[in-house]
């Protein structure tokens, strides 16, 4: 049989599959459209406990799909966000549940009217490989404190991570409410075409416009979180040692495989000498070493070790000074690496890096910073190191990017009470906390009128003095 023949017919069998998963749960929500809020809590309470029992297999699995990632990693930037997801969630469901009551012009009266959140129905949630826990959690909590059904493909690059949650939550969780779909990228494009009644993408840019195209056939809505090259600004007066060590936690967790990792740094021209020497100072006290480190996480595969090697070969052959902070890696602990003299010809200044580079570009003043990053796609996350609050101001105010941290890098999405989404090129939609239940619920507009009816006043035929009376208070 030829190979393009028996492609098409893995595919057509694994659409099929999809479609079988996606129709249970289709039917499993039209038997109970609005769960109470008891139930919601039920199944979040039940998520809870998994997770928390289950925290050794999780951390061991995810190590496995890495080859070594950080225990501590998962701890902090998978496992702990989540559970406090879940508990935030918890807390205050039954608030976002409650109908939110509305103003009814004087025109309209009598009458009431309020907006009620109605689940959505069945959600997908496409999950990347760099946080295969997080990912899929965030988004899963969202959905269900909504009160849809889930579900979930998880990377072909994490298959480990994948089998176990698959297994876990089938032990928990009923088919038809949530579900773990495996497989290639054939099955994650399938997975795309199925007709959601929302699909969350988190991923790479190119890819999210594959999502976006296959879910337009459905008219699907979509939240992208595509990421991009996030910058961090380094002011001309912040200490180096504060603004160096805070970017270096953030560009090191999980060797920079984050989407909202700092991907650049502007840097005072005067000062990027003492930036070089206090980030070099930071990482070297977070890793004093790289070999047999168990702090330290590797690169998530040979195939996105050799993008990273072929960005810094580039770099180099364009003219790149690469300072390299350790001696050597091992295995797929690549060694971090700073990069001068970088210019727009390098991919490394294209594309978003997702590992252990990090590029710095000097500038005289800060109104050049700011066009530097304007004059670029939007990002997901902006970092400004920096105590005046002046400034701050005018960084909030003159640059657009999804997030921004003042001072500090990551933690902005590790704030329930706060959405989390990307603008432009860097993604659309929100979720997190009470932006997720929304971003999974509709918020649907309903007028309420009883007996009494005024409006019969202004029904044809038209011409009647208190209809003239009705424009000359109204229209005006």
């Known amino acids: 049989m030829p190979a393009e023949i028996a492609y098409q017919q893995e595919s057509e069998q694994a659409f099929n599959e999809l479609e079988q998963l996606f129709n249970r749960q289709r039917k499993a929500f039209a038997a109970n459209p609005m769960p109470l809020a008891g139930q919601r809590l039920q199944w979040l309470k039940t998520l809870r406990t998994l997770l928390s029992d289950e925290r050794q297999a999780l951390v061991d699995a995810i190590n496995s799909d890495f080859s070594h990632r950080s225990a501590d990693e998962t701890l902090l930037a998978e496992l702990m966000p989540s559970l406090l997801g879940i508990q935030y969630a918890s807390k205050h469901l039954k608030k976002w549940m409650k109908p939110s009551r509305r103003h009814v012009g004087m025109a309209f009266q009598p009458a009431s009217a309020k907006v009620i959140y109605q689940p959505l129905g069945v959600v997908g949630v496409i999950v990347p490989w760099n946080y295969p826990l997080f990912l899929a959690i965030g988004p899963m909590v969202g959905a269900l404190s909504a009160g849809n059904r889930v579900m979930l493909k998880l990377s072909e690059s994490t298959p480990t991570t994948g089998q176990l949650l698959k297994r876990l939550f089938a032990q928990v969780f009923p088919e038809d409410l949530v579900t773990v779909v495996l497989g290639e990228a054939e ?16 991923g790479a840019s190119s890819v999210g416009k594959h999502v976006m195209r296959a879910a337009a056939e459905n008219l699907t809505p979509v939240t992208l979180e595509l990421g991009g090259k996030s910058p961090a600004i380094v002011s001309n007066d912040v200490p180096l040692k504060d603004a160096a060590e805070r970017i270096a936690f953030g560009k090191t967790l999980n060797a920079g495989q984050t989407c909202v990792a700092p991907d650049y740094v502007l840097v005072p021209e005067d000062r990027v000498d003492g930036f070089v020497d206090a980030y070099r100072k930071a990482v070297q006290k977070f890793y004093p070493t790289l070999i047999d480190n168990p702090d330290y996480t590797a690169i998530i595969n040979d195939r996105q070790l050799a993008r990273l090697n072929r960005y ?28 001068l003299n970088v210019n727009d010809d390098m991919t490394v200044m294209q594309d978003e890096i ?89 918020a649907k507009g309903v007028f309420i009128k009883q007996r009494f009816n005024a409006a019969r006043l202004i029904y044809p035929p038209y011409g009647k003095a208190i209809q003239r009376l009705v424009y000359k208070l109204f229209i005006r």
């Open 312 to 339: 810094l070969d580039d770099a180099s052959s364009k003219g790149a000074r690469v300072i390299p902070l350790f001696e050597q890696g091992q295995g797929r602990r690549m060694p971090f690496s700073l990069l």
């Open 187 to 202: 099955v994650g494009m399938a997975f795309s075409k199925l007709p959601f009644d929302h699909l969350l993408f988190t």
């Open 354 to 442: 997702f590992g252990p580079l990090l590029p710095i570009v000097p500038y005289s003043r800060i109104d050049q910073a700011f066009a530097y990053i304007n004059q670029r796609p939007r990002p997901l996350a902006l970092y400004y190191f920096g105590y005046n609050k002046a400034e701050q101001q005018r960084v909030l105010e003159q640059t657009h990017s999804g997030g921004v941290c003042l001072n500090d890098t990551l933690m902005h999405v590790a704030q329930d009470d706060m959405p989390f989404g990307g603008v432009g090129p860097s993604g659309m939609g929100h979720y997190h906390g009470h932006e997720g239940f929304l971003t999974f619920s509709k």
